[in-house]
């Protein structure tokens, strides 16, 4: 079982620690806060809620999580240390010398600083070399990107391991070319952090309004494709080159403060306390963390579909994860239902009983040999009749397995049988199914392919022996 260490258990820490843990790793954590151990089991619960949403697979089964006293039991065999303690480079070198002194040598130390250089943190250490900046962003159990900031100091092997077990729990590592104070995104934040306090020191706007700006514009452009490639479209079909000959002239006025960052005078943190206070005060830190959290799984399940930005880093993730244990019949789809699945009664909708036994069929069409590449050749099997059975609830969270039979397979026919089980082995819904397989460039039917006949046959032999399943052959009000 890999093992990861995490020392400083705030947001930052506890977000770590689910990261690690929902991905399989066991995690042991140091913090003297006495209510450290409440805190984190705060942010599990947010991540234990939203993490498994954003993908259409189950997730490694959780590690072990652990509260240590003593620093020598949290580092003591394990393959990861993230520190996050507080931004004071004094009380870093210190952790670090505690850190170093019982930590395996070729354990990875990371730090979430998100201003420090690496050659900073690794000043006077005893292993330098062990220091790297992997700095995260909240929450860290959902939102991918870490900032991975090597020094001259650092070997290229720790950067490269350091890289790929990142890459391995889901995330998405950005080694940084150079060191810089704040590394990348932070000065971004910093550039638009410091024109909206002038914005709102001078009555342009309020916090709210500045806000809707942000997430009613550009801030949905962003999140699939940044700021670059969003100015290279806004240049038309001439391209970057056009835009920036446009616009590039107006980055000489007037315009910017960023230079200049307006006086922290006791009026204006009561100014933009009090109109944050009136923009979302009526909900709980808790209840606007869920609020976000359910915002960015449905955002990036979307972009799922396409693949873009963080979309097609869960999609990757996805394909490095286990598949389930073979059982009599092929488990097609085992994953946990996300809270965008549920309705107003609290139950998965309708809708998605339809769209699992979907995700079981296209999972079927794989094992036979009629994946992607076959689909793009100009074949593919098309859904021409389902019956469901309603059996029982599901609900957020649960986890699903979903089992197929097939019933029959004659010529172009494909006529499946899926059982949906939930986390108690109760069957909650059965969905019959019956396919046509076409040729997608003529939009009319044909026969398969041979090796995929093949596949389809042995499976049809095979479950041959198993008594006809109950439901099967229904009609609506049987």
């Known amino acids: 079982m890999k093992t990861a260490a995490i020392i400083g258990g705030g947001v930052i820490g506890g977000g770590w620690a689910a990261r690690f843990l929902l991905n399989g790793w066991d995690v042991r954590v140091f913090d003297p806060d006495p209510q450290a151990e409440r805190k984190i089991s705060e942010v599990l619960a947010n991540a234990r809620r939203s993490l498994p949403s954003l993908y259409d697979k189950m997730l490694p089964a959780e590690g072990v999580l652990s509260f240590h006293d003593d620093m020598a039991d949290a580092v003591a065999g394990t393959s990861w240390i993230q520190e996050s303690v507080p931004e004071q480079l004094d009380l870093k070198h210190k952790i670090y010398a505690q850190i170093q002194k019982h ?10 600083t998100s201003g420090f250089r690496a050659s900073q943190l690794q000043d006077g250490a005893l292993n330098p070399g062990q220091i790297i900046v992997a700095h995260p962003f909240n929450p860290v159990y959902l939102l991918p990107l870490v900032e991975l900031v090597p020094s001259p100091q650092t070997p290229a092997s720790v950067t490269e391991r350091a890289t790929s077990l990142l890459t391995s729990i889901g995330m998405k590592p950005l080694v940084i070319r150079k060191e810089i104070d704040a590394h990348i995104a932070d000065r ?120 873009s930005g963080a979309g097609g880093l869960i999609t990757a993730h996805e394909a490095m994860l286990p598949d389930p244990e073979p059982v009599d019949l092929p488990v097609t789809v085992s994953r946990r239902i996300p809270q965008s699945w549920t309705d107003y009664n609290g139950h998965m909708n309708e809708a998605n009983y339809t769209e699992a036994s979907s995700q079981a069929t296209d999972r079927f069409m794989e094992m036979i040999g009629c994946d992607a590449a076959y689909i793009a050749s ?101």
């Open 188 to 307: 971004l934040l910093e550039a638009v952090w410091r024109e909206g306090l002038w914005l709102i020191k001078d009555g342009i706007c309020t916090t709210e309004e500045l806000d809707d700006s942000i997430r009613y514009g550009f801030g949905l452009r962003w999140a699939q494709m940044g700021l670059f490639e969003t100015y290279r479209i806004a240049g038309g079909e001439a391209g970057m080159k056009h835009f920036m000959a446009q616009f590039g002239p107006a980055l000489k006025w007037p315009w910017t403060k960023l230079m200049d960052v307006p006086e922290f005078t006791e009026e204006l943190v009561d100014l933009i306390a009090s109109q944050s206070d009136a923009q979302s005060g009526h909900l709980s830190i808790r209840e606007l963390e869920r609020l976000r959290d359910d915002n960015l799984v449905g955002m990036m399940r979307a972009l799922k579909k396409s693949g």
């Open 103 to 112: 930590a395996p040598k070729d354990a990875i130390l990371g730090s979430s």
């Open 378 to 478: 100009g074949r593919s099997y098309f859904t021409v009749e389902n019956h469901i059975r309603f059996l029982n609830e599901l609900h957020e969270g649960d986890e699903l397995t979903i089992t197929t039979q097939v019933l029959k397979a004659e010529g172009k026919k494909m006529h499946l049988f899926h059982r949906l089980t939930g986390p108690d082995g109760k069957l909650a819904a059965t969905v019959e199914t019956l396919l046509l397989h076409m040729d997608t460039n003529a939009r009319a039917t044909s026969l398969p392919s041979e090796e995929v006949s093949a596949m389809l046959t042995a499976y049809a032999d095979a479950h041959a022996a198993l008594s006809l399943p109950e439901g099967a052959g229904r009609h609506v009000g049987q």
